[in-house]
């Protein structure tokens, strides 16, 4: 049985996404491998606090050329669209949780690149937002 200690601690973790922003940074490291490991997290902790006050987007390991790979695998023929399984689990894939459910598309069973690679950023920031958010 946990003590209240360890209750207020695991609450503390929740309540500032400390675990995710842990994650975030880890993930980072091993992606990028910098020569200055410190520097970096500085670095991406900085445009972090820049992303939480609004004047940018923050840390995050993919771009629209990961998208765009991403997308490569999902419609290899380039018929310029996917299913909306496809576009479920991609995003699911890349680790978004809240997904839009009904996206651009969705009723005629085709999500565009551009709807994917937008919805997918968007996730993605709010994924990587591990500041509390305002």
Do not use: W
Not at 3 to 8: I, N, Y
Not at 72 to 91: M, S
């Amino acid at each position: 049985m946990a003590t209240q200690r360890e209750h207020d601690a695991a609450d503390y973790l929740k309540k500032h996404k400390i675990m995710e922003l842990m994650d975030n940074l880890t993930s980072m490291l091993f992606f990028y491998r910098p020569e200055k490991p410190r520097v970096f997290l500085i670095e991406q902790l900085e445009q972090l606090k820049i992303s939480q006050q609004g004047g940018m987007e923050g840390p995050n390991l993919f771009n629209n050329s990961n998208l765009d790979a991403v997308l490569g695998i999902l419609d290899p023929t380039n018929q310029r669209y996917i299913t909306f399984v496809q576009y479920k689990q991609a995003l699911t894939t890349l680790g978004i949780k809240d997904i839009n459910e009904c996206p651009e598309g969705v009723n005629e069973d085709r999500i565009s690149h551009e709807t994917f690679k937008t919805e997918a950023m968007q996730g993605l920031q709010r994924c990587s937002a591990t500041y509390e958010q305002q």
